[in-house]
């Protein structure tokens, strides 16, 4: 079937990094995204790999292997207001766009 | 310049009742989306509208429909609603016409939070 797995919690500490992977299963891919959503919020767009390799936008960037249906999110120098949840999503010749169930992201100070 | 809207914010329905929400997207987007996210989940993906044609569709049964409007504003109907229809209701807009091309670009609005009771 069509699926994306991600952990469903994460802890990290102010001003460390921390990565936050996903492995999907999808037919006619078309690339990885990853959204953030604060709680009570929208989503908002982070970033977008359709190439195999790293994409850096600030303090966030993120990978794709196609070879290894795998890719992750990386956020550096991290901030209380980093937390939130963190979605992959794909998309699917049967389900269209699917995302995954979300990663939830606690920073402590 | 406006994001996204939708309305209402919250909406309370009884099982077997209909419901109606809307969307208006960022000016310029001809293309609108609406997902479903249940607390605790990722949004699932319902439909897809481009200039008033429907170009994606999610696993979403027919009680689920959706029309745009000439002004590319949306609405997203749901008949006989069922307990399992409470979550959030989400739309995005894009300027982009492929559902594919939707994973690089659309813009959520603050969504309408459904209760059926």
């Known amino acids: 079937g069509q699926s994306l797995e991600q952990p469903s919690e994460v802890t990290a500490v102010e001003g460390a990094i921390v990565q936050i992977n996903c492995t999907y299963q999808t037919s006619g891919f078309y690339g990885l995204s990853w959204y953030q959503q604060h709680d009570g919020g929208a989503p908002t767009f982070l970033s977008y790999?359709?190439?195999?390799g790293l994409e850096e936008t600030g303090r966030f960037s993120s990978f794709l292997s196609r070879s290894d249906s795998y890719g992750y999110l990386l956020l550096q120098e991290l901030q209380m207001k980093d937390s939130a949840s963190y979605f992959c999503?794909?998309?699917?010749?049967?389900?269209?766009?699917?995302f995954g169930s979300g990663t939830r992201l606690s920073i402590r100070p | 310049d406006a994001g996204v809207t939708q309305s209402p914010t919250h909406l309370i329905k009884t099982r077997g009742q209909h419901v109606t929400l809307r969307c208006s997207p960022i000016s310029g987007h001809k293309s609108v989306s609406w997902y479903q996210q249940v607390l605790g989940q990722g949004p699932q993906f319902i439909f897809q509208y481009y200039e008033k044609e429907e170009r994606g569709r999610g696993n979403f049964p027919d009680r689920f429909s959706a029309r745009q409007f000439p002004n590319y504003s949306s609405e997203l109907n749901v008949n006989a609603l069922l307990l399992g229809d409470s979550a959030l209701y989400l739309c995005?807009?894009?300027?982009?016409?492929?559902?594919?091309?939707?994973?690089?670009?659309?813009?959520f609005g603050p969504g309408t939070r459904l209760t059926v009771t």
């Open positions: 995005a807009s894009s300027p982009h016409p492929d559902t594919g091309n939707l994973l690089y670009e659309q813009y």
């Open positions: 999503a794909s998309y699917s010749s049967a389900s269209k766009i699917i």
């Open positions: 790999n359709a190439l195999d």
